[in-house]
């Protein structure tokens, strides 16, 4: 059975919600949950739950929490008695199979490097996150741990993105793509242009070229690729538009019997839209690079994102993404050095 560590006191909901997830995915996913955080809080919600006893959950007591407001790099050094911390110290001990944790997502990668350490042969590691497109999904990374990069970690971020997208996801040949300013080749900053050629030149990258911000959500590509601070400002961006659409079809709604008559007629075709790019429906976010299973979720995530992300977890641990990434010639060959 997967163990997964998971961090109780991270989020904002924490630790009601995170527990409550932890309690959901006991009970469906055949998962053993280790709630890690502060004991006395803990043990009063899992009082709030039917025949906790007899499911695999077990406690393991921190004294300490990196909090929102926390610098990540002090406090991962500083609160060592934390539930990253200590969480993150039962994978690397064995005691684990992966983490989770609804916190401060620079203090969960601050902590980690801690904690784990890189995977031999990773320059930095990238936060990854699945997308809605069109007609499924494509991973995005890095999303936020690395705002300035260098050509070969765009192309580490690129393998580990095919590795999870092919093994995790099931996607038999991952199209891999470049996010730039145009779709033609020669298009691009100087950081595009440099890593076009170390992606065409990978033998095991199924690479289709540059892909254009307006294309992301079409689907042309099953993974793409791009530095941390041009993926956070793509994935903030599209939460507020869609946050605004979804406004704004609420404000034309209420104009008009008829329009209110017809969104009473497809009001379930929109659940199916709204659960399609609901990031409660992905879990969280894979922090690929670490030398152990790390997932990291929204700060706003209920229950059932919680239950999600210890999923995705879950099939981190089983498809051995790890050992993927610390075998393969492109970490540890001549594009690491």
């Known amino acids: ?9 991270g989020g904002d909901y924490a630790p009601q919600e995170i527990v409550a997830g932890g309690v959901l995915a006991a009970r469906e996913l055949g998962v053993e949950v ?38 990540p790099a002090t406090a991962a050094k500083t609160k060592k008695k934390s539930s990253m911390h200590v969480g993150m110290g039962l994978v ?6 992966s983490f989770v944790t609804m916190g401060n997502s620079g203090g969960a990668l601050a902590t980690a490097l801690f904690v784990l350490g890189r ?54 040949n991952p199209r891999v793509g470049i996010i730039s300013n145009g779709e033609e080749r020669g298009k691009g900053n100087k950081l595009v242009l440099e890593t076009v050629p170390l992606l065409e030149n990978a033998p095991d990258l199924n690479f289709v070229g540059n892909v254009e911000g307006k294309d992301v959500a079409r689907g042309v590509a099953d993974v793409v690729v791009m530095d941390g601070f041009t993926g956070n400002v793509l994935l903030k961006t599209s939460e507020g538009i869609a946050w605004m659409l979804g406004e704004m079809i609420k404000q034309e709604v ?61 099939s981190m641990a089983e498809q051995k ?17």
Do not use: W
């Open 1 to 9: 059975m997967v163990r997964v560590a998971l961090d109780a006191m």
């Open 34 to 71: 280790i709630l890690v955080g502060k004991r006395k809080e803990i043990a009063r919600e899992l009082e709030e739950h039917d025949d906790v006893s007899r499911l695999p959950l077990t406690v393991v007591h921190a004294d300490e929490v990196i909090e929102m407001t926390d610098h």
């Open 92 to 97: 690397k001990e064995g005691a684990a199979d």
């Open 119 to 172: 995977i031999k042969g990773v320059k930095r590691p990238a936060l990854a996150t699945i997308y809605p497109t069109i007609d499924g999904y494509t991973f995005l990374l890095d999303i936020g741990a690395n705002a300035d990069c260098k050509p070969e970690y765009l192309y580490q971020f690129a393998i580990m993105g095919n590795i999870y997208v092919r093994d995790v996801l099931g996607v038999r």
């Open 254 to 314: 209420k104009k008009s019997p008829v329009a209110i008559l017809g969104a009473f007629l497809i009001k379930g075709a929109m659940k199916r839209v709204l659960a399609r790019t609901d990031y409660k429906e992905y879990g969280g976010a894979p922090l690929l690079g670490v030398d152990g299973n790390v997932i990291v979720g929204h700060g706003r995530s209920n229950r059932i994102a919680v239950r999600n992300a210890i999923r995705v977890a879950k």
């Open 321 to 337: 993404v790890i050992e993927s990434i610390r075998n393969h010639s492109g970490i540890i060959g001549e594009n690491a050095k």
